[in-house]
């Protein structure tokens, strides 16, 4: 979104281009203008869609130049900053047009709420209602990390969606690590540490953005910080996450705590992971029994069987029978492909669109999203034509 700030103050204009800069979408301030009459004589040449005001630089013979703004930018939302009690400034910015009031000095949560408002005005962006959907080990190795990061990369790449994705991992989370080389600046303890802060934009930075529309929330790099997250952190964490993202991907790994545990509670679905062996098929009872236990209902419960070999001696109705549940998902085994990708950090669509398991991924995310192939050319077509190209 463009911005005109009218203010005599840097230090606040510099204060709120910060801020802006840590959205998504961004606020992006095009101009500062010294004051009322400045701005109504100096008129940008792109008419900005929001005007900031800062009411306490306006003399009062300049109030009545806040309509002459008003029709100057028609289509721009106003939104004016106030120090105490104006209130001739007040009337006059109320007959002007004016959508939005905060109070000086700035409280940056007001800021977010009231730029959150003007940006589903302004039709830059709309409240979602995303979809939680929880990676889970059967037992340790089973590929969960690999699935969740690479799953996510492949929704917001060939699906067009928002996504986030959560590192719960208790200790030595590395998920950023398998689909960029960017050192997170803040985790998921530093966002429980901070948690009145939460919002969208508080939200928004402190992802390491592997694109525009997917991001990584890194898991908490300091086991000693761990006592400081608390399962209601996870409740607001993912209620503004289902607000901003079409698509919340957790990497839950294997442990099972209170954190996690109040994670899982919040899930649409749960995709446990494992490979065709005993040990898998055992470890992987034990887990849906407590899943069962915890009262999580059955079609909540999404086997995906990970690295399948066809003609081994195990078969997946032999895994279906043991487990009492169904397997809807199958990740062929390409040791090769799935190795270069995770030694080099960089997604296996991005590196070898051409793979079994990128085909595989394409159509695990036809299954969540329930797109066919056929409509808007398939997510097999967008995916193979481009490896083409």
Do not use: W
């Amino acid at each position: 979104m463009k911005a005109l700030m009218i203010t005599r103050d840097a230090s606040l204009h510099d204060e709120i281009a910060a801020q802006g800069a840590a959205r998504m979408p961004v606020l992006r301030l095009l101009e500062r203008r010294s004051g009322l009459r400045d701005a109504v004589e100096r008129m940008l040449p792109e008419a900005p869609e929001l005007v900031i005001v800062d009411a306490s630089g306006i003399d009062a013979d300049e109030a009545d130049l806040l309509e002459r703004l008003a029709r100057q930018y028609p289509l721009a939302v106003l939104m004016l900053l106030t120090r105490g009690q104006q209130q001739d400034v007040l009337i006059r910015a109320m007959r002007a047009g004016m959508r939005e009031v905060l109070q000086l000095p700035l409280v940056h949560k007001a800021l977010h709420e009231a730029m959150d408002r003007v940006d589903i005005q302004a039709g830059v962006t709309q409240m979602r209602d995303g979809k939680v959907l929880a990676f889970i080990s059967c037992k340790g190795g089973s590929g969960a990390t690999f699935l969740s990061t690479n799953f996510s990369y492949a929704l917001a790449s060939l699906a067009g969606c928002k996504v986030l994705l959560i590192d719960l991992h208790g200790q030595f989370g590395d998920a950023t690590l398998y689909v960029s080389d960017q050192k997170p600046a803040m985790t998921l303890s530093d966002i429980c540490a901070q948690i009145a802060r939460m919002d969208g934009a508080f939200l928004a930075s402190c992802l390491v953005h592997v694109t525009p529309n997917f991001g990584v929330l890194a898991a908490a790099d300091d086991p000693a910080h761990k006592v400081d997250m608390q399962p209601e952190h996870m409740d607001r964490i993912l209620a503004v996450a289902r607000q901003h993202y079409d698509y919340i991907v957790l990497d839950v790994g294997r442990q099972i705590d209170a954190l996690s545990l109040r994670a899982l509670d919040n899930a649409d679905a749960i995709y446990p992971v494992l490979q065709l062996a005993l040990p898998d098929i055992r470890d992987g009872r034990r887990l849906l029994d407590i899943f069962r236990s915890l009262g999580y209902p059955g079609e909540r419960l999404r086997l995906i069987v990970n690295r399948y070999e066809k003609g081994g001696r195990l078969r997946l109705a032999d895994l279906e029978q043991a487990l009492g549940a169904e397997v809807v998902h199958t990740v062929p085994n390409d040791y090769v492909a799935a190795t270069d990708s995770v030694n080099q950090g960089i997604a296996l669509l991005q590196l070898s669109r051409t793979s079994a398991v990128a085909r595989s991924l394409a159509e695990l995310v036809e299954l969540v999203t329930a797109r066919r192939v056929t409509e808007s050319r398939g997510l097999f077509d967008r995916l193979f034509s481009r490896s083409e190209a």
